[in-house]
């Protein structure tokens, strides 16, 4: 969160994956950084012990989320 924090405030979009039980946190850790309108992607939890592939189509399927909060502002 640090270094997506230290990022956007230079004015380079970011984005930050994490699994959806730690997505309040990553709100939090935005707002601590002044960044209320950053938005974190959530995926679903857990990534621990799944094959490659797995970890795949759960990216895949965030894919476009990750476009908005990257693209979009607020």
């Given at each position: 969160?640090?270094?997506?924090?230290?990022l956007?405030?230079?004015?380079?979009?970011?984005?930050?994956i994490?699994?959806?039980?730690f997505?309040n946190?990553?709100?939090?850790?935005?707002?601590?950084?002044g960044?209320?309108?950053f938005?974190?992607?959530?995926?679903?939890?857990?990534?621990?012990?799944?094959?490659p592939?797995?970890?795949?189509?759960?990216?895949?399927?965030?894919?476009?989320?990750?476009?908005?909060?990257?693209?979009?502002?607020?």
């Open positions: 969160m640090h270094d997506a924090m230290t956007e405030g230079k004015g380079i979009p970011t984005v930050v994490c699994t959806n039980p997505l946190s990553a709100h939090v850790h935005a707002r601590t950084f960044q209320t309108d938005r974190p992607v959530g995926i679903p939890h857990p990534l621990g012990g799944l094959k592939e797995a970890v795949k189509e759960r990216a895949e399927s965030i894919l476009d989320e990750i476009v908005a909060a990257l693209t979009q502002e607020g």
